[in-house]
């Protein structure tokens, strides 16, 4: 089992340039997730996604867009990339939303905007 | 607000020493309170979580403790190691009437073990 995987491991955009980022899970996990992680804060919420088909928002969504492909994998596209969107960006997946559903990282997508 | 605190922000000690890692938080309605352990370039691994009527929890070299009264946990390492060089981040969840749980991350706790 390879868990959460996540593509790019790195990458560099330049401002207004848009890029995907891929997740994808191998536990049959219904929910999936993605995150932030900028220096000095805590992990922040983007998207998440409860089940198969239903995407909502998180803490922080403007200027990204998600799309739960299948089961297995979860999207994060950046339209029009930003400097401010210079972080380190986490998947992840559990069996559920409950607070009592362990959420798997991916091993992050560090992206740098220029 | 929902608030998790954490410290100290970085701790160095020898390897072999203990350590106790804190965390206060304003979370509120509480449901649990998870340790989350991520190595650099990596992504956050639990190792354990708490519900309210939970007051210690180990899971190996690592003990976490709640006081939901003063709305403080700690999380002591005992006997270093220097696998344990990482971000030690505290996590507290609310219950909430639809979609997701809430989750509020600390900035976590910055761990060097030194030889």
């Known amino acids: 089992n390879a868990g959460v995987t996540q593509t790019p491991k790195f990458q560099v955009l330049k401002t207004g340039q848009s890029m995907t980022l891929q997740c994808a899970q191998d536990m049959n996990h219904n929910s999936m997730y993605w995150y932030r992680q900028d220096p000095g804060m805590g992990l922040r919420l983007i998207y998440y996604?409860?089940?198969?088909?239903?995407?909502d928002k998180g803490e922080v969504p403007n200027g990204y867009n998600v799309s739960r492909l299948n089961k297995r994998e979860f999207s994060l596209r950046l339209e029009s990339a930003a400097p401010s969107q210079t972080s380190v960006y986490f998947c992840?997946?559990?069996?559920?939303?409950?607070?009592?559903?362990?959420?798997?990282f991916g091993p992050g997508t560090r992206l740098t905007v220029l | 607000k929902n608030q998790v605190e954490q410290s100290p922000q970085s701790l160095i000690i020898l390897e072999g020493k203990n350590c106790t890692l804190q965390c206060n938080y304003t979370v509120s309605p509480f449901s649990n309170l998870r340790w989350y352990k991520q190595d650099t370039g990596r992504g956050p691994v639990s190792l354990t979580i708490m519900t309210f009527s939970e007051n210690t929890k180990s899971n190996g070299r690592y003990t976490a403790t709640l006081d939901a009264d003063t709305k403080q946990s700690s999380l002591h390492i005992t006997a270093s190691q220097l696998s344990d060089s990482a971000s030690y981040i505290c996590v507290v969840s609310r219950h909430s009437g639809g979609g997701a749980d809430g989750l509020t991350f600390g900035k976590g706790t910055h761990l060097i073990i030194q030889p």
């Open positions: 992840a997946s559990s069996d559920g939303t409950r607070s009592y559903n362990e959420q798997f």
């Open positions: 996604s409860a089940s198969e088909g239903t995407t």
